[in-house]
């Protein structure tokens, strides 16, 4: 068996209707990954239909608000409190939104020093 990883570029404007159309195609998500790059961050959502997966791939200022994908993928609460709590990303409307204290730092935004 092979997987294939195709990597689609997304606006933040752009994401959450292109998440819908992917959950009504029937893919499932994966996991949600972030970085820190010259630009802000560099987002990338994974996700898998029949052993095949499709990245969407979203590069967002730093002081650019994502909106979340919990009306979703409820799931996605995780992934979401994880990169504003350790990096510092704007994410709105979390369905489950710990609002800074779901983990527990010894400096806030430790993977993003420099907030």
Not at 2 to 29: C, F, H, W
Not at 51 to 59: D, M, P
Not at 65 to 94: C, P, R
Request: charge should be negative; hydrophobic fraction near 40%.
């Amino acid at each position: 068996m092979s997987v294939q990883a195709n990597i689609v570029p997304v606006t933040a404007s752009d994401l959450l209707a292109k998440v819908r159309d992917l959950k009504s195609e029937g893919y499932r998500m994966g996991q949600i990954c972030a970085t820190k790059v010259s630009a802000g961050f560099e987002i990338l959502y994974s996700f898998d239909k029949n052993h095949e997966l499709l990245n969407l791939k979203l590069t967002v200022a730093e002081e650019e608000e994502v909106q979340s994908i919990t009306s979703e993928y409820w799931s996605a609460f995780i992934y979401e409190n994880e990169m504003h709590d350790l990096f510092g990303i704007k994410i709105k409307h979390i369905a489950l939104d710990y609002g800074g204290h779901f983990f527990k730092v010894s400096e806030p935004t430790p993977w993003n020093p420099k907030k």
